[in-house]
C-alpha cells in the first residue's frame, strides 16, 4: 500500500545511454512533481504536472523530459546521460491547487542514478 | 529572489539532550515554512509548517518550530531527542503564489551520541 513508489531503486548506466525512472502514486493527487538531490544533498524542484499538465519547469537541460500518461504516474526520461546527472531523484504528489494554498507533498523513495 | 539558509551543516547531540536546528529565510514577505526530514535511505517526510497564526507550531514525533518574522528565521526545537532522531533535516520555503513550488535548504545532518 505504498503511497508514493518509484522504479527502479537503484541505476548505474553508463554515459551517454537513455534511461527512465517511473513514479506512481496511488493516493488520489493529481499534481505530481520530479525533484533532484545532488551528492551535497541538495534538493531542487524540476518538474511539476497538475492534471498532467506542465505546471514548473526548472531550468533542466532538454536532456530531461517528463511525461504523465495520467494523473497518477510522472515518468522522468532522460537522454544523453551525462556524468552530472548522478544524483538521487525524488518524485512526489499532493493534491489541489498550486497557488494560494499550500498541500502537503509526499515524496516517494527516490531513485539513486550514477552515470559511469 | 527567495532562498533558505541552514547555517549547520552537522550536528551531533546526546540521547536526551535538547535540539534546536537554525533555519534564516530570505523573502519580502511571509513565505510558507516548513521543516523536512530524511532517514538514510528514504524519501522526505514533513515534520511541521507554518502559514500564518500562532508563530510557534507543533509537529510530529515531538518537533516544533518557531517563526520569528525579525529575525527571519524559523528554527525546530525539540526537547529531548532520541537516536531514532538522527536523520538529515531539511528547512524550506514556498512563496504564497506558487506555493507548490518549494525552495529548499541545503539540509543539516544531525547525528545523536549514545
Known amino acids: 500500500d505504498t503511497a508514493v513508489s518509484q522504479t527502479p531503486k537503484y541505476l548505474v548506466t553508463q554515459m551517454g545511454n537513455d534511461k527512465s525512472i517511473k513514479c506512481e502514486q496511488n493516493?488520489?493527487?493529481?499534481?505530481m512533481y520530479w525533484y533532484k538531490q545532488d551528492s551535497k544533498k541538495f534538493l531542487k524542484i524540476m518538474f511539476s504536472?497538475?492534471?498532467?499538465?506542465?505546471?514548473i519547469n526548472e531550468t533542466v537541460p532538454n536532456r530531461f523530459s517528463p511525461k504523465s500518461p495520467d494523473k497518477a504516474h510522472l515518468n522522468l526520461h532522460i537522454n544523453s546521460l551525462e556524468l552530472g546527472d548522478s544524483a538521487v531523484y525524488f518524485c512526489a504528489s499532493s493534491q489541489g491547487p498550486t497557488s494560494g494554498t499550500y498541500n502537503e507533498q509526499f515524496f516517494g523513495p527516490g531513485t539513486r542514478l550514477t552515470v559511469l | 529572489a527567495q532562498s533558505v539558509t541552514q547555517p549547520d551543516i552537522h550536528i551531533t547531540v546526546s540521547e536526551g539532550a535538547s535540539l534546536e536546528l537554525r533555519c534564516n529565510y530570505s523573502?519580502?514577505?511571509?513565505?510558507?515554512l516548513f521543516w523536512y526530514v530524511q532517514s538514510p535511505g528514504q524519501g522526505l517526510q514533513l515534520l511541521l509548517k507554518?502559514?500564518?497564526?500562532?508563530?510557534l507550531v507543533q509537529g510530529i514525533k515531538g518537533f516544533e518550530a518557531e517563526f520569528k518574522r525579525s529575525q527571519s528565521s524559523f528554527n525546530l526545537r525539540k526537547p529531548s531527542v532520541h537516536w531514532s532522531d538522527a536523520a538529515e533535516y531539511f528547512c524550506a520555503v514556498a512563496m504564497y503564489s506558487s506555493a507548490s513550488k518549494i525552495i529548499f535548504g541545503s539540509g543539516t545532518r544531525l547525528s545523536i551520541r549514545p
Open positions: 523573502y519580502g514577505a511571509t513565505p510558507y
Open positions: 507554518y502559514f500564518s497564526g500562532d508563530t
Open positions: 493516493l488520489g493527487h493529481d499534481t
Open positions: 504536472y497538475n492534471n498532467k499538465e506542465l505546471i
